[in-house]
């Protein structure tokens, strides 16, 4: 009996060693109606996705009085409450630039916001995350606001990072959050020539070797979206969402030039969006192969493994792209 | 808890709006999109109607404007005026638009949550009207209306009604939220009796406002079609007034919910067309998913006219030139055209380099442009498809304003190098141009901009042909031009930049310098071209010449720097060089520069570098700088005459350590051509080398070191030189980085200095060696290492 749970213990010890705890599945939902489609549930279930990061609103100054102001709220056609959801926020860096910005109304009224979202669709939450590509003038302000945030909402509190704040976090500072998660996209610039501003590994690499050196604790989110650069006149005049090459090779009104680059061969409505003759878009997508090498370079770089790998976005478009396992194949990275 | 803002906007047009309302901010923060400089000589508002004026071109959603500002209130007038009339005699205008609008003082921020006064009101008239019981609101409004009067009563009564559908169509509150992407008005009862009261009515301004309210409450329901079917079935009967447009914009709003846009696409563009205040919404909501949505549109189209109104609002959308095509080919006379080409031109001008510098790579410096290099840049981007159709439409001469076409016409022949048709077109377009100021200035710009590109090389004979309209551009339009359309901003910077390339092709550095200054830089880093002694010179002989010539005098006016700035920063060099006498010589030329006075003592020397504490510091006697520089000046003499030399040489120490970035008196070296600011790598090399140098105040510590008697004078000189030698470490560390974000990765902190060792071995046993441990943290921590 004693020796049984003696080998029981050691057969646990080994267990528990050998298999480190693999981070788990879960999403970015970054549309303004809750609603799942049917491939959606499908990803979500084939994934065990428990936890939810929706997006409840961007904060963005009003054009006429430069007043601070939600933008979109999210609204539910859809119960999320079988998730764990985290109320994701976005700031406009330019609310934070605001001279007199009262940080102290922003914060109640941000804080006010998420709890009448949750109340009047019976939902509830532990954590809620603040998204902001803050700068080194808005730092002040930012760090004040989560600062505060923290103190109003009594919640777990987690905040993105970019690249370049884990680099030189010194000099931009670390919000004062549980955790956060490191946006290992959005690299590059938009730009119109033929690089990749989504995903670089060549960019990436300046970046990763700064990871072992970040105090905070980090999940990794990725991206899963591809969208279209539109250019005229060798200038970007906007981005497309929801775009691929397969969608654009069946557009008559388009032709290839090269990989990534489509023509407009006349003047055109497509999606709602005017293109002019001679229109560029150029397709920036991540591939499969893209997304192992990016959990590749990650996990050899991390002291600390993360507990998540969010994807960003779930929707449908930018789901069929991929094979069912991709996710899978990703966290098995870690 | 509600709060929803309600007043003042009560009378609403939520149009169709209501379904791409979001959108409307999501791309009006225009973030990093915008790309719309005032490049233009082109002013918008000289050919097209009112109506238009959102719709120019604009780097946001809508010129001036941004976004829709107006709508929750676009109709207020009209409806006050309609009310206002009916109500004639049975009550004050003032009395009409508080029932409508509500009290006339706007509410404080934060009563914003708060109903406005009136509507309960109106709610106890109608139960007034109902019950036929007296009530406060009735007896109070009874002594001033006649209650009793059916007018009012169908006034009180409709209001009554049309604010319980106002609690769905407008809502102001950013930060409170709703469940549902749109609220719907959902009491079939309600409705059915606004319908009743419109079918059994016989006054028809009655009828007309029960018809909108019958549209507008069905369009709210969830019962979108109904709002549809009422209005197949009812609008042959309705007055095509601003109320049928109104409801035909509802129309087209559910035809867009149902994703029928070619018939939704279709209807805002008769809008567009009949209703001029609904332009900015209707060519906002106009949105074509795919080319079928747009042809179907087109197909739909009943006559010319309507075609050519589904051509004018997809010209604002986007492709200009081929909206004008196609409109002019459909009705020439058609207004739309008007607005058209100002985008088109305005577009064109976007594209021109006015700068006369030109990019060449990343981070790569501008390059300066010939004239002749600029004209040829510029021409290869004249778009000659719209030029020709220009040319075409101008010489038909069938549209409702010829005198556009051949205005633009003239100007895109200026772009292109045709000068002498360009004339042609101008005199043309001048004997029918409409007898405004706005149309004769623009006229008068556009030959300006025309006879200043003929010239190629400044001559004393072509030189007259621009003489007036420079004096009217730089002189008197500031003066005298008190509306905000007109553009000539553009032709000003321009024809500067014009003129100092002339001069300098002509080798002329001077005169190139008096018009080709740029005088708004950002961070106010001064003015290079002063940095050689030689144009300097040249420059003060310019500005004292007495007999100049009209061009010479024009350019010496608006020229920013006089002969003061000059001498004062003559001043400045040479105190920097230590030559004062010099420097007292051209201070004395400044006027009122030389009695400015320093905020700090400039002859104090403090263990720590605060100007702030130096500038709240008492101070017996405040330094002027004419004082300054003279003091300076006897304690030089007096230490030649080797008189108190260590109380003279620190004192120059601290002088010239002051006037340094690093003292209390930068306002000495802070002038226009020095530049300014508060940190000195905002200054050019050669001005941020002058300011931080550190040498002269360490050669007079130096001097009062070896003329030090006690320990304590000699402790505070090795400090005052540690201080200098620390600044030559920073400068060094600093001056040659390219990469700020690297900079703090060497990973040195501190650095103990030469001066610093010498001050702890030596001098620990003196009074002032405490004080530097007590005030100077940065001390402190290499002694207590």
Request: aromatic share 14%; glycine share 4%; hydrophobic share 35%.
């Amino acid at each position: 009996m004693k020796k049984n749970i003696i080998v029981g213990f050691v057969f646990f010890l080994l267990l528990s060693c050998s298999k480190k705890e693999a981070p788990v599945v879960s999403f970015y939902y970054w549309k303004t109606i809750f609603k799942l489609s049917e491939t959606e549930k499908e990803v979500l279930k084939d994934n065990d996705v428990r936890k939810l990061y929706i997006r409840y609103f961007d904060i963005g100054l009003h054009p006429q009085n430069q007043e601070p102001i939600p933008i979109s709220p999210i609204r539910f056609q859809e119960n999320a409450s079988r998730f764990t959801v985290v109320p994701v926020v976005f700031i406009k860096n330019k609310v934070l630039l605001k001279q007199n910005l009262d940080i102290d109304d922003l914060v109640e009224k941000t804080f006010r916001l998420i709890a009448e979202i949750n109340k009047k669709n019976k939902m509830d939450c532990q954590e809620i995350q603040i998204d902001c590509d803050w700068t080194l003038s808005s730092k002040d302000n930012y760090l004040k606001f989560i600062e505060k945030f923290k103190k109003r909402s009594q919640k777990k509190l987690s905040a993105t990072i970019r690249l370049h704040q884990v680099k030189y976090f010194k000099k931009t500072k670390i919000p004062n959050v549980d955790s956060g998660v490191l946006m290992y996209y959005n690299m590059g610039s938009i730009a119109p020539d033929s690089l990749n501003s989504v995903y670089d590994s060549k960019i990436a690499a300046r970046y990763l070797k700064s990871l072992k050196n970040y105090p905070l604790p980090l999940d990794f989110a990725l991206p899963v979206y591809s969208w279209g650069v539109h250019i005229r006149n060798q200038k970007v005049i906007g981005l497309r969402s929801k775009m691929n090459v397969n969608g654009l090779k069946n557009d008559k009104n388009f032709e290839q030039t090269s990989a990534v680059f489509f023509k407009a061969k006349h003047s055109n409505y497509k999606n709602g969006i005017f293109y002019e003759e001679n229109d560029l878009l150029k397709i920036e997508a991540i591939r499969a192969e893209d997304l192992k090498q990016m959990g590749k370079e990650l996990q050899e770089n991390i002291v600390q493994q993360p507990k998540e790998i969010i994807f960003y976005d779930l929707d449908e478009f930018n789901l069929k792209n991929y094979e069912k396992n991709i996710f899978e194949q990703v966290i098995s990275c870690f | 808890m509600k709060r929803i803002f309600l007043n003042k906007l009560f009378l609403v047009s939520s149009a169709s709006l209501l379904f791409v309302y979001g959108i409307i901010y999501a791309c009006g923060g225009g973030d990093d999109w915008d790309y719309f400089g005032y490049n233009s000589n082109f002013t918008p508002e000289t050919f097209a109607d009112k109506s238009y004026t959102p719709l120019f071109l604009s780097g946001g959603i809508f010129y001036g404007i941004d976004y829709d500002t107006q709508h929750n209130s676009r109709f207020n007038e009209d409806i006050k005026t309609d009310w206002q009339t009916y109500l004639k005699g049975k009550a004050a205008a003032a009395t009409v638009n508080y029932f409508l609008i509500g009290p006339d003082q706007p509410a404080s921020y934060e009563d914003r949550g708060k109903t406005p006064e009136n509507k309960p009101e109106i709610e106890q008239l109608h139960v007034f009207y109902k019950t036929k019981k007296e009530n406060k609101t009735s007896l109070k409004w009874g002594k001033k209306i006649s209650l009793k009067d059916d007018k009012i009563k169908n006034f009180i009564e409709f209001l009554y009604l049309a604010q319980k559908i106002e609690t769905v169509s407008i809502g102001d509150d950013y930060w409170s939220y709703d469940p549902v992407v749109a609220k719907t008005f959902d009491d079939p009862k309600l409705i059915q009796s606004i319908e009743n009261v419109y079918n059994t009515t016989s006054d028809p301004f009655l009828k007309n406002r029960y018809w909108f309210l019958t549209v507008k409450a069905r369009f709210y329901s969830n019962d979108k079609q109904k709002a549809v079917l009422f209005f197949n079935k009812t609008e042959a009967s309705v007055p095509k007034n601003t109320l049928y447009y109104r409801a035909l914009s509802y129309v087209a709003g559910i035809n867009y919910k149902q994703k029928k846009y070619a018939v939704s696409n279709y209807l805002y563009a008769q809008v567009f067309d009949k209703c001029p205040a609904m332009r900015v919404v209707t060519a906002y909501s106009f949105h074509p998913q795919n080319d079928a949505d747009w042809n179907k549109s087109l197909a739909m189209a009943k006559n010319n006219k309507e075609k050519a109104a589904l051509w004018a609002i997809h010209g604002y959308y986007k492709d200009e030139k081929q909206a004008i095509e196609k409109i002019y080919e459909l009705d020439p006379k058609s207004e739309h055209l008007n607005y058209l080409v100002t985008r088109l031109v305005n577009k064109q001008e976007q594209e021109i380099n006015n700068s006369f510098q030109q990019k060449a790579e990343e981070n790569v410096p501008l390059k300066q442009q010939t004239i002749a290099e600029n004209k040829s840049e510029n021409q290869a981007k004249l778009n000659k498809s719209a030029f020709d159709l220009i040319s075409k439409i101008s010489a038909a001469g069938n549209t409702e304003r010829p005198y556009v076409w051949d205005l633009v016409l003239g100007y895109l022949q200026t772009l292109k190098g045709d000068y002498a048709n360009a004339d042609k077109n101008f005199d043309k377009a001048e004997k029918i141009l409409p007898k405004t100021e706005l149309a004769g200035y623009q006229l008068r710009l556009l030959r300006f901009v025309n006879n200043m590109s003929k010239i190629d090389k400044l001559t004393d004979k072509n030189e007259k042909t621009i003489l007036a309209d420079l004096n009217w551009l730089y002189y008197e339009l500031p003066k005298t031009y008190k509306g905000q359309e007109f553009r000539y901003q553009n032709a000003v910077s321009w024809s500067r930049s014009y003129l100092s390339t002339l001069y300098k092709e002509k080798g002329n550095p001077v005169m190139a310098e008096i018009f080709g200054e740029s005088r708004y830089s950002y961070w106010n880093e001064g003015n290079a071209f002063y940095d050689n002694e030689k144009v300097l010179l040249d420059m003060k002989a310019f500005l004292v010449k007495p007999n100049k010539t009209e061009i010479e005098n024009i350019g010496a006016g608006v020229y920013s720097l006089k002969l003061k700035d000059i001498n004062n920063f003559q001043a400045v060099q040479a105190t920097f060089k230590n030559k004062i006498p010099e420097a007292i010589a051209f201070l004395q030329q400044t006027d009122s520069v030389q009695y400015s006075q320093f905020l700090g003592n400039p002859f104090n020397g403090s263990i720590k570098d605060c100007h702030d504490c130096d500038h709240v510091a008492y101070q017996k006697k405040k330094y002027s700088q004419i004082d300054f520089l003279t003091t300076v000046k006897s304690m030089q003499d007096k230490l030649a005459q080797k008189e108190d030399v260590y109380t003279n040489s620190l004192l120059l120490g601290n002088a010239f350590y002051n006037i340094t970035h690093f003292g209390n008196g930068r306002t000495f070296y802070e002038t226009s051509i020095v530049g300014s600011g508060s940190s000195p790598y905002t200054f050019r090399d050669s001005m941020k080398k002058m300011i931080t140098n550190c040498d002269i105040p360490k050669m007079y510590y130096q001097k009062a070191f070896e003329a030090a008697t006690t320990k304590e004078q000699k402790a505070k000189c090795i400090y005052m030189i540690a201080k200098c030698e620390r600044n030559a470490y920073y400068n060094n560390k600093y001056n040659n980085l390219k990469n700020w974000w690297e900079a703090d990765d060497d990973k040195i902190n501190f650095i103990a200095w030469n001066g610093f060792k010498t001050l702890k071995k030596e001098y620990s046993d003196t009074k002032y060696y405490q004080d530097v441990i007590a005030e100077c943290g940065y001390f402190n921590t290499y002694v207590s290492q």
